[in-house]
T-cell receptor, first 117, second 117 residues
Framework: AQKITQTQPGMFVQEKEAVTLDCTYDTSDQSYGLFWYKQPSSGEMIFLIYQGSYDEQNATEGRYSLNFQKARKSANLVISASQLGDSAMYFCAMREPYYNQGGKLIFGQGTELSVKP | GAGVSQSPSNKVTEKGKDVELRCDPISGHTALYWYRQSLGQGLEFLIYFQGNSAPDKSGLPSDRFSAERTGGSVSTLTIQRTQQEDSAVYLC???????????????FGPGTRLTVT
């Protein structure tokens, strides 16, 4: 069965420094997608970045990049130049194949990031 | 443009009462998903709709839960005879599904926080 593991319940980072949030996954499918979402205290899930299993290059979106290591089944999120507004809960998620409930998302337990001034 | 909207934002109900939660997806998005976020279970998938097609209900936690989608747009999640373990944040997401390059991306609403007393 598909599974997402985030081993860091909480992380601290100094403002303007880079931080890496870990995510490993387990799947027997060849086609899948990996997402990172940010959930601030307001509760809304904000899409950050997506990596497809067949994408050869690591995804980047502004200050966010996804370090995709397929053989190790890891999809770590790197946030460069942390800002105070980055303090939030971060979820790694894997998309099931589309024929399984329309590609439903399986989420990890989340990592709470706190950015220190 | 307008994002996914959900109503109510907060709902407090007494044990045993029925509740209805509403989701308005992004216009033109054919796929709609319901998830639940609770302290004990994390984020879990509930049900998926593609257009007007009948959903697979296997992800619903009990037969007290039902959902419908009218006109391929608005969806309602109904919980009958609510129990305290139903207390959670109920999140709705929509997806363009087949619209490249945002294939399978899911956009979340702000959620409905349900408290059963």
């Amino acid at each position: 069965a598909q599974k997402i593991t985030q081993t860091q319940p909480g992380m601290f980072v100094q403002e303007k420094e880079a931080v890496t949030l870990d995510c490993t996954y387990d799947t027997s499918d060849q086609s899948y997608g990996l997402f990172w979402y940010k959930q601030p205290s307001s509760g809304e899930m904000i899409f950050l970045i997506y990596q497809g299993s067949y994408d050869e290059q690591n995804a980047t979106e502004g200050r966010y990049s996804l370090n995709f290591q397929k053989a190790r089944k890891s999809a770590n999120l790197v946030i460069s130049a942390s800002q105070l507004g980055d303090s939030a809960m971060y979820f790694c998620a894997m998309r099931e194949p589309y024929y399984n409930q329309g590609g439903k998302l399986i989420f990890g337990q989340g990592t709470e990031l706190s950015v220190k001034p | 443009g307008a994002g996914v909207s959900q109503s109510p934002s907060n709902k407090v109900t007494e044990k045993g009462k029925d509740v209805e939660l509403r989701c308005d997806p992004i216009s033109g998005h054919t796929a709609l998903y319901w998830y639940r976020q609770s302290l004990g279970q994390g984020l879990e998938f509930l049900i998926y709709f593609q257009g007007n097609s009948a959903p697979d209900k296997s992800g619903l936690p009990s037969d007290r839960f039902s959902a419908e989608r009218t006109g391929g747009s608005v969806s309602t999640l109904t919980i009958q005879r609510t129990q305290q373990e139903d207390s959670a944040v109920y999140l709705c997401a929509s997806s363009p599904f087949w619209d490249r390059p945002k294939l399978y991306e899911q956009y979340f609403g702000p959620g409905t926080r349900l408290t059963v007393t």
